[in-house]
């Protein structure tokens, strides 16, 4: 199988002592692409999960107040529900979530920590900069997500969104 050679990759930047994971990605794209891309469920359900999983939103209501509730499944189909609760909103500039482990119902049930989340977009003299800032309770429960898989799936999905800008699939 083929793979695409990605222009840019994630910095990703653990700090234990701050309880914080910052990834940074830079896109070949303009922002207004970029910020459709984050708030658009037909746009999201393409490419916010890791290869070969797939991910279907169940409710997109992109406002302050607003969740986003998806599952992600695996080739089996076995469904790993999830919710985000937005928080702020500053369009083409930053979103603000809390987010966590959900049931189909979109209860929040543990399992892992919930975290929050700050998403910034910047113009870039080639496109735009993406920066999330995820924030933990505390250094085990970032060690926790950081050993889930986290990191390498947040990587891997902006491998996708850069497929798609690619494809001029946006």
Request: aromatic share 12%; charged share 25%; hydrophobic share 40%.
């Amino acid at each position: 199988m083929k793979q695409a050679i990605m222009k840019h990759e994630a910095e990703i930047t653990k700090d234990l002592s701050g309880k914080k994971i910052v990834v940074t990605r830079a896109f070949d794209a303009p922002l207004e692409k970029i910020w459709r891309a984050f708030t658009q469920r037909e746009i999201l359900d393409k490419w916010w999960a890791p290869k070969p999983w797939g991910i279907e939103t169940k409710t997109l209501d992109f406002k302050p107040g607003g969740i986003w509730h998806f599952f992600m499944f695996d080739q089996a189909g076995t469904r790993y529900w999830w919710r985000v609760d937005y928080l702020t909103i500053d369009p083409q500039r930053a979103i603000t979530t809390t987010g966590g482990p959900s049931d189909e119902n979109a209860q929040f049930t543990g399992g892992l920590p919930s975290m929050q989340r700050l998403t910034e977009f910047a113009v870039s003299a080639t496109g735009t900069v993406v920066s999330i800032t995820i924030k933990f309770e505390n250094e085990s429960d970032l060690e926790k997500m950081a050993g889930s898989g986290m990191l390498e799936g947040t990587a891997a999905v902006f491998n996708n969104l850069e497929e798609l800008l690619a494809a001029n699939a946006i």
